[in-house]
Each structure stands twice: as C-alpha cells, then as structure tokens.
C-alpha cells in the first residue's frame, strides 16, 4: 500500500488559515469516508484532530476542519496560532483491515 | 492509558517481543493497532487486530515477519518481531481503534536494529 500524498511543508502568518491536502486513491481516501487528520509536535505522540473526514473529538478547537472531495482529503486550519506549529498528518482506512499514513506536511507559523 | 515495553537493541535477523498493557477502558471491545515512525520521519501503519483476536492484518512491509496478538484477560496487546531489519528501526505505538482513527496511543517503545 503507497503512502497518502502530502505536502512536505505549509506555512501562513498569526490569524491566517492554511489547508493541508492528502491525496489518495479511489480504493483509500475516495473508497472510504475513514480520513483521520493528526498532529503532531516534536517528541510528542500524535494527537488526532479530526476522524471520519470531518468531525473533530471534544476538546479540538473548531479552528480546524476536514472535507474531502473525490480521491483527496484536506485539514483547514483557521485563525493560525503559534502552537499550530508542527507536523500534520492524514490517515485513511485502505480496505482490507489495513490503514494508511500520508508522509506529513510539516506547518510553519511565520 | 497505553503502556509499550519490550524495545530495545537488537541484531538483524533478531526478533523481539513488544508489549501494549491497556488500562482505564474494556480493552476486549476495541480493535488495536501498532504505528511504528522513524526518529524525524512519518508515521507507518504495521498491523491491526480486531477485538476478538480473531482477524489479523499486516503492512506488507512486515507481513511474514511481525505477529501481532492480544490476551483481553491480561489486557495486554503483543507485537511479534522476527528476521528484524535495519529498516525496522523506529518507535512502535500502540493505538486504540476509534472509528477508523487513533485517540488513545501509547508512550511508544523505541527499537533499534543495528550490529
């Protein structure tokens, strides 16, 4: 199973938004409404922000969104803040009891 | 909570065991994955087990090579790592399975393949 596409690196000013794409196939991200989004800080355990494509867990601000559009996913990240800053990752269910990562894209905040 | 153990040096060609201890939630309900990431580089799926035990599932990476098992008695998750590689090198995370993503994770337990 290939990797989920994700940008390398995003970056936006205080107050912006930026979104982070994740680019899959029709038997992934397009086959399956299971898009996970996650983040994760340096020397830290990912935490997840958003599952099913577009709900977030209690406790994740509203500033960050999911959707998804065919074959690709996006996270849109609202009112950037400082502590934004870190890498972001996507998930997908890939059929067959197996799941896939995207490689992360790792988010600046300017 | 999630609490890996078992990491740790080991020679190619080595195996190791890894451990997942569960508390704090009915561990017998939930399907458990295991994610391995290199220092600096991006999360893996490796494998996944359904609550039962019954129904296994593996990245082809380590398909043939890594076991992946759970004894809901001692809520405990296991990772079976045989004919281990230098590539194999990484920080292993349990994960619980909610909806197809991963709330809960582990500390991670970190394994080197080296000579």
């Known amino acids: 199973q290939s990797a989920l596409t994700q940008p390398p690196s995003a970056s936006g000013s205080p107050g912006q938004s930026v979104t982070i794409s994740c680019t899959g196939t029709?038997?992934?991200?397009?086959?399956?409404?299971?898009v996970s989004w996650y983040q994760q800080h340096p020397g830290k355990v990912p935490k997840v922000l958003i599952y099913e494509v577009s709900k977030r867990p209690s406790g994740v601000p509203d500033r960050f969104s999911g959707s998804k559009s065919g074959n690709t996913a996006s996270l849109t990240v609202s009112g950037l803040q400082a502590e934004d800053e870190a890498d972001y990752y996507c998930?997908?269910?890939?059929?067959?009891?197996?799941?896939?990562f995207g490689g992360g894209t790792k988010l600046t905040v300017l | 909570q999630l609490v890996e153990s078992g990491g740790g040096l080991v020679q190619p060609g080595g195996s190791l065991r890894l451990s997942c201890a569960a508390s704090?939630?009915?561990?017998?309900?939930?399907?458990m994955h295991w994610v391995r990431q290199v220092p600096g580089k991006g999360l893996v799926w490796v494998s996944r087990?359904?609550?039962?035990?019954?129904?296994?599932s593996y990245a082809d990476s380590v398909k043939g090579r890594f076991t992946i098992s759970r004894d809901n008695a001692k809520n405990t998750l296991y990772l079976q790592m045989n004919s281990l590689r230098v590539e194999d090198t990484a920080m292993y995370y349990c994960a619980r399975d909610d909806f197809g993503s991963y709330v809960y994770w582990g500390q991670g337990t970190l394994v080197t393949v080296s000579s």
């Open positions: 704090g939630f009915t561990f017998s309900r939930h399907y």
């Open positions: 087990i359904n609550d039962e035990g019954s129904s296994t």
């Open positions: 998930s997908s269910y890939a059929g067959s009891n197996k799941m896939v």
């Open positions: 029709s038997s992934d991200v397009g086959g399956f409404n299971y």
